[in-house]
């Protein structure tokens, strides 16, 4: 089981980027799975995580309303839409997947059970 994420880089506050996390070694949808970040300093946090059974999504209340999280079925591959980007969303993100975790759940913040983690991509916004 791997991941691979993508699609990190510079951006001004207000704008916009795509991350994407492309899955091999099992099929999204056959576990939850979600995407993490960890700012400069701080510990790694739930930014958004999608159950197997039922699709539901679930945000951070820092995203919600601003990020959208999306799952290309033929490319296998997670992606997060970040939109009206500030400041406080410089991290290194990453995502995870293929684990025993189902659901997301309570505790799905924490990364506990998602199994395997991509490397990071990391997302500075910053005029």
């Known amino acids: 089981v791997q991941l691979q994420a993508s699609g990190g880089g510079l951006v001004q506050p207000g704008g916009s980027l795509t991350l994407s996390c492309t899955a091999s070694?099992?099929?999204?949808?056959?576990?939850?799975i979600g995407w993490f970040r960890q700012a400069p300093g701080k510990k790694r946090k739930g930014v958004s995580c999608?159950?197997?059974?039922?699709?539901?999504?679930y945000y951070v209340d820092s995203v919600r309303g601003r990020f959208t999280v999306s799952v290309d079925k033929v490319e296998n591959t997670l992606h997060l839409h970040m939109n009206s980007l500030k400041p406080e969303d410089t991290a290194v993100y990453y995502c995870?997947?293929?684990?025993?975790?189902?659901?997301?759940?309570?505790?799905w913040g924490t990364g506990t059970d998602f199994g395997s983690w991509g490397q990071g991509t990391v997302v500075t916004v910053s005029s």
């Open positions: 070694g099992f099929t999204l949808g056959s576990s939850a």
């Open positions: 995870a997947g293929g684990g025993s975790r189902r659901y997301c759940g309570t505790g």
């Open positions: 999608i159950s197997s059974r039922d699709g539901g999504t």
